[in-house]
């Protein structure tokens, strides 16, 4: 049975239940957090505990994933971790209740935390196969409920890593609602997680060729979909024609949405597009130079052909479904070159990464 493509998305995907009527009651949420049968995610630096499994070694996330051993995230106990939420500075963040069979909210409660280094170090030496994993690296490898924890996971807490304090005022916050809310200790507001749009566009020419552009933080051969961030004020649609246009002076016509996934490096959620080339606007692209530096049309032949030298997204990314949605299937995996060094905010398939220069 396949699936539609939206929810097929490897960090769309999900198996929880984000009961948001507990958040607001600390004595259910203390209840819970005293429950066998509560379970934890354990974070730290935007890593997840794993039980087994790990990224395959010299891999960096592009291209196809080598064979490795399968990743299990480790869910523990709470009293397990009892002693990282006992300082009241620690989160200690709400994701919901498992789904079963049914999709029915019967499975373990899921909490999720985040320790600091010398706790992750000796999480991993008392647990024999235990590591540290990379959402990004390890997605296809999880199951959707997997999957769904860890992406809400660490979404929620890159928030609460840059939200220390209020951005209206400076002062401390505290954190409330099972985590999905901090509070100014000024002036007393309530204070929102937030998520940066942005648009990914397949794009199609008259010959049903896909437009596809090599960053110039990448390696020469490395080619991806057009994206960037939404700017306040302005529609998905208008943002997608307008990135398009600023990185290969393509004009696109009617943009129509595909589908969207959560991109939690560090808080973006990535909304697809399919467009056309407008019937005026196949007047020959030019890459701006300064975020992309090549621009190819591709054919269905070139895209498969395994002698191309080209190497695609990796298959955790949007950019990545969305060629093999404009292709009509899974793209033969070949061979990704061993480990490329590569600057840090480079090192995703879906650009963008973090909003800063050139990511206008
Ligand atoms: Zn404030």
């Not at 009961?19 to 974070?43: I, Y």
């Not at 060729?209 to 700017?231: C, H, I, M, P, Q």
């Not at 990704?336 to 990464?353: E, H, K």
């Amino acid at each position: 049975m396949s699936r539609a493509f939206p929810s097929s998305l490897p960090l769309s995907r999900h198996r929880i239940d984000r009961d948001h009527d507990t958040r607001s009651d600390p004595a259910a949420l203390d209840r819970l957090w005293s429950s066998a049968d509560t379970r934890v995610l354990v974070l730290n630096r935007g890593l997840a505990l794993a039980s087994t499994g790990s990224a395959p070694s010299g891999w960096d996330g592009f291209g196809d994933r080598p064979p490795s051993i399968r990743t299990e995230l480790a869910l523990l106990r709470p009293d397990e971790v009892a002693g990282d939420v006992s300082d009241e500075t620690a989160v200690r963040l709400y994701l919901g209740v498992l789904l079963d069979a049914h999709d029915d909210p019967t499975g373990p409660p899921v909490f999720a935390i985040s320790v600091p280094d010398a706790r992750a170090d000796a999480l991993v030496a008392e647990r024999p196969g235990a590591s540290w994993v990379n959402l990004r690296l390890v997605a296809t490898d999880l199951d959707d409920s997997a999957a769904g924890v860890f992406t809400e996971a660490l979404a929620m807490m890159n928030w609460h890593a840059v939200s220390s304090h209020c951005p209206r005022c400076g002062a401390t916050t505290t954190v409330e609602s099972g985590g999905w809310v901090r509070r100014c200790t000024v002036e007393g507001v309530e204070l929102f997680p937030r998520t940066d749009a942005a648009v990914i566009v397949g794009i199609v020419d008259a010959e049903e060729r896909l437009l596809l552009g090599s960053n110039a933080l990448w390696e020469k051969n490395r080619y991806s979909l057009l994206a960037g961030f939404v700017e306040p004020g302005e529609s998905l649609e208008a943002a997608a024609i307008r990135e398009v246009g600023e990185e290969s002076g393509v004009v696109i016509a009617d943009p129509q949405y595909v589908g969207s996934q959560p991109w939690p490096f560090p808080a973006s959620l990535m909304v697809g597009f399919m467009a056309r080339v407008a019937e005026d606007g196949a007047s020959g692209e030019r890459p701006d130079g300064d975020e992309i530096i090549d621009l190819r049309w591709f054919s269905r032949e070139e895209i498969v052909d395994p002698d191309n030298g080209f190497l695609l997204p990796g298959p955790s990314s949007i950019a990545r479904a969305i060629i093999e949605r404009w292709y009509g299937g899974p793209l033969v995996p070949r061979t990704t070159p061993s480990a490329v060094a590569l600057p840090a905010d480079a090192a995703a398939d879906d650009r963008p990464v973090e909003p800063g220069p050139g990511q206008g």
